[in-house]
């Protein structure tokens, strides 16, 4: 059973544009949704994270979106340079020394 | 900011040897670490949980006898892949969980292995 559900596979976006990338959740339990962004070989690095009690939060040109009834959080890159093409990940989990459940991850390409 | 560091980046060993992999958590304490392998294209899925002082909690599927796992102090865990498999080569992942900050997870730059 997958637990959190990420859409779409890829993504292609012109230089400027906005990519969104969407996460779906099952279980309640969940109180911490992250997204992670990775580069070929290496670690991935925490781009922004959410808890379900505010409904956006904003960093720079990364915003999550996040919709507690619908179990549903996006993130939106404004502006999308070439340098954020990479694989993003939503994740998630909840309190108490638990760990991060992945979506299946999305590779982003920005196109000049 | 709290770093992880994990030893070697790349790793290629022969079939039937075992390989060990580490994570130093640098300037901070690690109640707990994760351990995830992630093949190519696709997501991070989690091995197993350690933490220390006490034996790691596999995830289904995962050989607790194939990946050993040592969490022997506050700031080192430890993946030994025995008996190594081509089918093992993989990317493998720690994850620490700074103590007192909840959801304060620090990865590791990961450790590219290679059985031939």
């Known amino acids: 059973q997958q637990q959190v559900k990420q859409s779409p596979q890829s993504l292609i976006v012109q230089k400027g544009g906005i990519s969104i990338i969407n996460c779906a959740y099952e279980?309640?339990?969940?109180?911490?949704f992250p997204w992670y962004q990775q580069f070929p070989g290496k670690g991935p690095a925490l781009l922004i994270a959410?808890?379900?009690?505010?409904s956006e939060k904003k960093e720079g040109r990364f915003t999550i979106s996040f919709n507690k009834s619908a179990k549903q959080f996006s993130l939106h890159i404004m502006d999308s340079q070439p340098g954020d093409s990479a694989t993003y990940f939503c994740?998630?989990?909840?309190?108490?020394?638990?760990?991060?459940?992945f979506g299946k991850g999305t590779r982003l390409s920005v196109i000049a | 900011g709290a770093v992880v560091s994990q030893h070697p980046s790349r790793v290629i060993c022969k079939s039937g040897t075992s390989v060990k992999i580490e994570c130093r958590s640098l300037?901070?304490?690690?109640?707990?670490m994760f351990w995830y392998r992630q093949f190519p294209k696709q997501s991070l899925m989690l091995m197993a949980t350690?933490?220390?002082?006490?034996?790691?909690?596999?995830e289904q599927g995962v050989e607790k006898d194939k990946f050993l796992i040592n969490h022997a102090s506050l700031t080192l865990s430890t993946l030994t892949v025995t008996s190594a498999h081509p089918e093992d080569s993989s990317f493998y992942i720690c994850?620490?969980?700074?103590?007192?900050?909840?959801?304060?997870?620090?990865f590791g730059s990961g450790t590219r292995l290679t059985v031939v």
């Open positions: 994850s620490a969980e700074k103590e007192d900050t909840p959801y304060g997870y620090t």
């Open positions: 350690s933490n220390e002082g006490s034996k790691a909690t596999y």
């Open positions: 279980n309640t339990a969940f109180d911490y």
């Open positions: 300037d901070f304490q690690a109640t707990t």
């Open positions: 959410i808890r379900p009690d505010v």
């Open positions: 994740a998630a989990s909840m309190a108490g020394n638990t760990p991060l459940v």
